[in-house]
């Protein structure tokens, strides 16, 4: 059973457009986390939100906790080719283990 | 080095045999977790390990699986009789400490192949 669900699973758009990824969970999460990864390499830490409603903005990316912290969205503004990867969201849970979502491939054409 | 270092980087190995990956982790911090992850998914949760408190084994798959993490600091992650199931990409990360809103810092990975 899958705690975190993306959406959507794969993501191909032109050089410019705008997209939002999904993290849903039915679960309470104490802190949200949003990770991209490249091919080969580990996943790195883009945002970290605590607070339920809060919002993050770093450069075009926009980050959403929901207000009662089960789920979260990544915004991305005029996407450019160097965005391409995968996105992972992680929510922890008291105890601290993290579960991670099914992650989001989000390809961006020139 | 500076960052998350795992080793091999490249595993392939017969069905049946036991493997070791290792995972050296940022010197000082005290948090630790093993993760796998098949081709462009999610990361599956195996084990975390925070100081000195006992490991938690949740998400180890079958007593196959086992790891342990000397000195607080270098950690192996054991899978005896491997299957071909086991074929994946084991990530290590480490966190300055278990507290949940700091980043986890996350190794490249050993890929895992069983023929």
């Known amino acids: 059973t899958q705690l975190l669900e993306q959406s959507p699973q794969f993501l191909s758009i032109q050089e410019g457009e705008n997209l939002t990824v999904y993290c849903n969970s039915s679960?309470?999460?104490?802190?949200l986390q949003w990770y991209r990864q490249e091919p080969g390499e580990g996943p790195v830490l883009l945002v970290t939100?605590?607070?339920?409603?809060e919002v993050k903005k770093l450069k075009r990316l926009t980050f959403q906790f929901g207000d009662a912290r089960k789920d979260s969205s990544l915004h991305i503004t005029a996407a450019q080719p160097g965005d391409t990867g995968l996105y992972l969201c992680?929510?922890?849970?008291?105890?601290?283990?993290?579960?991670f979502g099914t992650g989001t491939s989000l390809t961006v054409i020139p | 080095g500076a960052g998350v270092s795992q080793s091999p980087s490249n595993k392939v190995t017969e069905k049946g045999k036991d493997v070791e990956l290792r995972c050296d982790p940022i010197s000082g911090h005290t948090a630790l977790y093993w993760y796998r992850q098949s081709l462009g998914q999610g990361l599956e949760f195996l084990i975390y390990f925070q100081g000195n408190s006992a490991p938690d084994k949740s998400g180890l798959p079958s007593d196959r699986f086992s790891a342990e993490r000397t000195g607080g600091s270098v950690s192996t992650l054991t899978i005896q009789r491997t299957q071909q199931e086991d074929s994946a990409v084991y990530l290590c990360?480490?966190?300055?400490?278990?507290?949940?809103?700091?980043?986890?810092?996350f190794g490249d990975g050993t890929r895992l192949s069983i023929l």
């Open positions: 990360a480490s966190s300055p400490s278990g507290y949940s809103n700091q980043p986890q810092h």
């Open positions: 939100v605590v607070t339920g409603g």
């Open positions: 992680a929510g922890s849970i008291p105890g601290n283990q993290f579960y």
């Open positions: 679960s309470v999460f104490s802190s």
